[in-house]
């Protein structure tokens, strides 16, 4: 152990050590204040949270967000919400230790890629390809929040790294993990569905018995899917006709498809792989230039918009996780009874971050999301110049009121509000 330890503490790995060190502190300073809790994490948290409160399920998180023309919501593969029980129970649904999981999961990730590349290409580039990676922005600004696709580079690392090992000495049980590796990445974002065609291509060219090996592939990769297997099979196949439905949605009207970068965080490292072996090539012939792309690159990422020190990233300032924390205990202060919430930011009208609080950490809970016209008292999170008598949020049109009663300041600029209800407004579910 002592001749472990000198060995990673050798000069030869001070540097990389120092580039760890600043990784981290990038990451973990300030942390909870930085820490984004919007609802795709609430609902994230939820999503498990209820599996081991109420039922257990064979699906994973429900897209609020991608819903067909007829109506119909897509859910994701149950592996993610699985992987959040134990932490969970672990951290007792506290949201800030669960965060600190997911940053801690991107270092790991970044320690797998430095081994795999040093393996492929020297030290030289993966120590190149170890700075893209850790100091890219979209790398910074995932690590501060839980997300299903947070775990996308680390499939693509252990992807690439088995392809590599396919390449240099052909083994069955590198094609049965790559089967498997590809499976979890359809269970985490069905647009993973190009990469595993593209993979299963590559794992084919270098197999030496390919019908073999297709059938490997294709029978491990189903194994992280079997829940969703299992539930379509019971249901109709419920979910591979959602899915088709939206597919053919998505052609007549491409602008709902929504693809964006974070589709394919699965190629981050072999994008930071190519750049620093093209830094580890520029090196030996001027060692300068290299120096100056470096800190550019640094400059440019850290100063980044995705990168905030002072805030969560994509969230008011005022919307921490401590102020969150904190509206909720003043709503299990007011002692309600029959009451709904509401928050006025992003796509959470229907008050997602609260839910969580409430449920899970002060044990009371809001009305369903759809019974805002039957709630006798409303609380909103609401910036403090909010104009409730114009609202346009049907969460809070359907459930009618008198007034709106600040009942505390959250930051310099929310406030809390608590919404009676307005007797002489009968029929809110027709209001629009």
């Not at 009371?364 to 409303?378: A, F, N, R």
Request: with cysteine; net charge positive; glycine share 4%.
């Amino acid at each position: 152990m002592k001749n472990f330890f000198k060995k990673i503490l050798s000069k030869n790995n001070l540097l990389v050590i120092v580039i760890f060190l600043v990784a981290v502190v990038v990451r973990f300073y300030n942390f909870e204040n930085r820490v984004t809790f919007g609802p795709e994490q609430a609902i994230s948290l939820e999503t498990s949270a209820n599996m081991i409160k109420e039922k257990f399920s064979l699906l994973g998180i429900e897209n609020v967000q991608r819903i067909t023309s007829r109506g119909l919501k897509i859910f994701s593969g149950s592996l993610f919400s699985y992987s959040l029980i134990p932490l969970l129970f672990v951290f007792n649904y506290q949201v800030l230790p669960i965060s600190i999981y997911f940053s801690v999961l991107n270092i790991f990730t970044a320690l797998i890629f430095y081994m795999v590349t040093k393996r492929m290409f020297g030290k030289k580039t993966a120590t190149f390809s170890l700075i893209l990676f850790l100091f890219n922005n979209y790398m910074i600004y995932h690590s501060l929040f839980i997300w299903i696709l947070n775990y996308l580079p680390l499939v693509g690392v252990l992807t690439l790294y088995l392809l590599h090992e396919e390449k240099t000495k052909f083994k069955y049980w590198q094609v049965f993990w790559l089967g498997i590796l590809s499976g979890v990445g359809i269970s985490l974002e069905y647009l993973y569905l190009p990469t595993y065609l593209l993979v299963l291509i590559l794992t084919l060219a270098l197999s030496k018995e390919r019908v073999k090996s297709f059938l490997i592939f294709i029978s491990s990769s189903l194994i992280p899917n079997l829940p969703l297997i299992i539930f379509d099979m019971r249901h109709n196949f419920y979910n591979l006709t959602v899915l088709w439905q939206y597919f053919l949605d998505a052609i007549r009207k491409p602008e709902i498809s929504g693809i964006a970068y974070y589709h394919f965080l699965q190629f981050w490292p072999v994008v930071a792989l190519i750049l620093g072996y093209l830094l580890f090539k520029i090196w030996d012939k001027n060692k300068l230039i290299v120096c100056l792309l470096v800190t550019v690159y640094l400059f440019f990422n850290i100063s980044s918009s995705l990168v905030k020190f002072d805030r969560p990233t994509g969230m008011p300032k005022d919307l921490t996780i401590k102020n969150i924390s904190y509206a909720t205990s003043q709503i299990k202060r007011d002692n309600p009874f029959d009451f709904n919430v509401v928050v006025i930011n992003d796509f959470d009208t229907r008050g997602h971050i609260l839910r969580y609080y409430l449920r899970f950490n002060n044990n009371i809970s809001p009305l369903d999301v759809e019974d805002y016209p039957i709630s006798k008292t409303l609380y909103v999170l609401a910036p403090l110049d909010y104009n409730f008598s114009e609202t346009q949020v049907w969460e809070i049109r359907s459930f009618g009121y008198k007034e709106a009663i600040k009942l505390t300041d959250v930051g310099k600029n929310f406030g809390l509000f608590k919404l009676q209800r307005n007797e002489n407004v009968t029929n809110y579910s027709n209001l629009q």
